[in-house]
């Protein structure tokens, strides 16, 4: 499915492999522009956008505007592919909180990221459960079919990056890893050229 | 229905009824099994006789601390006048657990419809599910739940015509282990950096927003309609004669080196041993049992023999050696290298604290490296008491429990385990597994 179909509907209750940006254009997954924006910015919550609109259904949720905070950003990586500088100052400004604090919530949390990431971001899950069911050999699986030199570097393709992550709570289904929004379970070695070729 | 597997004979499937059976994920679905008529029940009667209910069926939380959830509800003073909150904590994270996911997976209505009986129990017109960063199929899926919830009038200002006002929402976390500590998960939820608070004041007086608030497990509020609609005598059937402190069924998750992964659910009191071994179909061909962990990584490791022994109830647990918890079962055999195993346990905590305590941040950090280092064969023989040592300083001298769930497992390991420590300390080499 192509990233945005569907964007009349409010995110959640479309599928995570629809979860993108509403115009349904790709992400920037260009590692080299660091934590800002190559073009001028543009936006995620101009007036009268579908993504305003989210938000502002959002904030009647919540008693502070500051709560809205976490789904505002989730908003941000959905349409962007990450959360750059300009965009937390964007987000600070709308909640009426300081872009060092929406700064200091987005490094806390370790699903946002702070510089585009490869097309497709590969995490695999290598706490204790997965690890004693061979998760560690699925690491080096992806990294050796992605091309990717090491953990955290995206491929020269720009396609492909793989981490390691911390629990996904799926244990009994080890490996359990997650691309991009996507959860696969019962990963194993074998299965990475077959999960590899499916995506675009 | 069962999943991944057929229910066992032996197995009671209260919660896990509809696991894998994908009628029952919608409104329809869910009403043709009977969904929503303990909310019902619940509009037309006084919170307090609700609570009462709750309190009389002996439930406990079954998030891991297992406090008794009628007592938490009557901790919320009723007319303060102030608004009170229901949070429910979706943020299952404790490595060896996954039972959230699958109630939210398959029976998302049944938690909305605890929620909505929570909330109204303790006086609140607001209820927050707070669902991990990582669990976004039970996000859709518990979102749209609600959606259907709130267009068939089950929620909003006029809660199935009772006049009283019922709010569920999602809030979706952004990945952090840590925002399963109620007090870091209300932080979180009022957009903050998710670290723990001091307590007193306790949720219950100063909670989310400062307003009195309950957090109540998944798996917790998803008993209260059965227990509404049956009674509580009904839910006491499921304990041991001699322990009428753990009532009710329990489900576990269950992985690791085992032969059939997944989730179960027993009466309490069930028997661990018949649990591995006939459930869950006991080791691996050739293998045998190392260790158990019972209730997620945070609980202290079990000898074979001490899980052989134990029944499986809060009391059961804790008379050998270690913890319910969160009901996570994570098995480890002899082909592993449990050194390793604690090792990336403690680096899990490394990585998930929220360093906000010394004793924690350094206490983590440092655990991880001394057991990397033996790991890699480069162990000294003072380092297992440096470990015990630093795990001491670690206990109970934080603001919140994570520094002792990361001195728990590489404690208790080192108690338990000591042997296979030491030899790697002393042959200064990689481990060999046993031969199959």
């Given amino acids: ?82 959360v750059s500088e300009e965009a937390m100052a964007e987000v600070a400004e709308l909640l009426e909180i300081t872009p060092a604090y929406v700064k200091g ?86 299965r990475v050229p077959e999960i590899l070729a499916g995506l675009e | 229905m069962g999943y991944p597997h057929k229910p066992h004979a032996r197995e009671t499937v209260l919660l896990s009824q509809y696991f894998g059976d994908a009628e029952a994920v919608t409104l329809d679905g869910w009403k043709k099994r009977g969904g929503y008529t303990a909310l019902r029940k619940a509009l037309g009667m006084a919170p307090g006789d609700i609570v009462t209910i709750v309190k009389d069926s002996g439930l406990r939380g079954r ?52 929620c909505a009986i929570g909330a109204y129990a303790i006086g609140a017109e607001t209820a927050y599910i707070y669902i991990r960063g990582e669990f976004t199929e039970p996000v859709v899926r518990v979102e749209n739940a609600i959606k259907e919830a709130y267009a068939a009038g089950i ?4 809660a199935m015509g009772s006049g009283k006002t019922v709010n569920v929402w999602v809030h979706r976390g952004a990945g952090a282990y840590i925002c399963g500590e109620e007090t870091a998960l209300m932080n979180s939820l009022e957009g903050k950096r998710g670290n723990p608070r001091i307590k007193p004041p306790f949720p219950a007086v100063s909670g989310v927003f400062a307003q009195p608030t309950t957090i109540n497990n998944v798996e917790t509020l998803v008993a209260v309609p059965h227990i509404l609609n049956n009674g509580a005598e009904w839910y006491k059937q499921w304990m041991r004669p001699d322990n009428p402190k753990s009532t009710g069924t329990k489900l576990y998750s269950v992985c690791g080196n085992i032969q059939k992964p997944g989730n179960y659910e027993v009466p309490m009191g069930f028997p661990f041993k018949d649990f591995l071994y006939e459930l869950c179909g006991g080791p691996l ?26 029944l499986m109830d809060y009391e059961g647990f804790v008379a050998n050696g270690t913890m319910l918890g969160s009901g996570g079962v994570i098995v480890f055999d002899d082909a592993q290298n449990l050194v390793k195993q604690i090792a990336r346990a403690a680096r899990f905590f490394a990585h998930e604290s929220c360093a906000q305590c010394t004793q924690c941040r350094e206490g983590t950090a440092w655990s991880t490296k001394i057991l990397e280092r033996i790991v890699a064969g480069d162990g000294t023989s003072e380092d297992l008491d440096t470990l015990l040592e630093i795990g001491e300083n670690m206990t109970g001298k934080t603001i ?16 338990k385990f000591r042997a296979d420590f030491e030899a790697l300390i002393k042959k200064k080499v990689h481990f060999v597994p046993a031969v199959a």
């Fill in chain 2, 63 to 114: 998030g891991g601390a297992g406090f008794p959830t009628g007592v938490k509800w009557s901790f919320m003073k009723p007319g303060d006048g102030k608004p009170h909150y229901l949070c429910c904590n979706a943020d299952e994270s404790e490595p060896g657990t996954f039972k959230d996911r699958e109630i939210m997976r398959w029976t998302p209505h049944a938690l909305v419809e605890g």
């Fill in chain 2, 400 to 415: 919140c429990v994570l520094s002792d769930s990361c001195a728990t497992p590489v404690s208790s390991g080192i108690a």
């Fill in chain 2, 285 to 310: 061909p050739g293998r045998r049992f190392k260790a158990i962990i019972p209730g997620g990584i945070s609980v202290p490791i079990q000898t074979v023999a001490e899980a052989e022994a134990s």
């Fill in chain 2, 155 to 158: 929620l909003g200002k006029n």
């Fill in chain 1, 105 to 190: 919530v987005v490094t806390f949390y370790t699903m946002y990221h702070q510089h585009p990431v490869a097309k497709h971001f590969i995490q695999v899950c290598t706490t204790s459960p997965c690890n004693a069911c061979g998760a560690e050999d699925v690491v080096d699986a992806f990294l050796r079919h992605t091309n990717c030199q090491e953990l955290g570097q995206t491929s020269p393709d720009g396609k492909f990056g793989v981490i390691e992550v911390e629990c996904l709570g799926a244990c009994g289904f080890a490996t359990a890893i997650m691309i991009n929004e996507d959860f696969i379970e019962s990963v194993t070695p074998d």
């Fill in chain 1, 1 to 82: 499915m192509s990233p945005g179909s569907g964007a009349s509907t409010p995110e959640y209750f479309r599928a995570p492999s629809e979860w993108g940006p509403s115009d349904g254009k790709g992400f920037e997954t260009d590692p080299g522009s660091g934590h800002h924006e190559h073009q001028t910015y543009q936006s995620v919550f101009t007036a009268g956008s579908a993504r305003r609109k989210e938000l502002d259904a959002l904030l009647t949720r919540y008693p502070t505007k500051m709560a809205a905070l976490l789904p505002a950003l989730w908003m941000v990586q959905h349409e962007r592919g990450w």
